[in-house]
């Protein structure tokens, strides 16, 4: 099966920052959008961001201004660069591939998964 290879999360402070990576194997990264899932205990799942092989990307409202997704192609992989974290952005990230695109019914590939705790 599949499987993308995230890294990052951990503990932050409230105001810090963090970086997540997501690898993908090369035949999946060059066809699929990218990006990331939240889900918070008892929330529903959230799409975060995502990145087309275009290069279009989309924030949910609550991150605009705060996170940035890259590519790095050399290196088939994605990163989500966290800064002004809030405690409400606490959550398990999910690192997500799709060819179809990326949206509410989720995704085609699925990282292992990455908790992010903002707390003071």
């Known amino acids: 099966q599949v499987q993308l290879v995230e890294s990052g999360g951990g503990l932050v402070q409230p105001g810090g920052s963090m970086r997540l990576s997501c690898t993908a194997p090369?035949?999946?990264?060059?066809?699929?959008?990218m990006g990331w899932f939240r889900q918070a205990p008892g929330q529903q799942r959230e799409l975060v961001v995502a990145i087309t092989i275009a290069g279009y990307i989309h924030y949910a409202d609550s991150v605009k201004g705060r996170f940035t997704i890259s590519k790095d192609s050399a290196k088939n992989t994605v990163y989500l660069q966290m800064n002004s974290l809030k405690p409400e952005d606490t959550a398990d990230y999910y690192c997500a591939a799709d060819p179809r695109g990326l949206g509410p019914n989720g995704a085609a590939y699925w990282g292992q998964g990455t908790q992010v705790t903002v707390s003071s």
């Open positions: 090369g035949s999946i990264f060059r066809v699929a959008a």
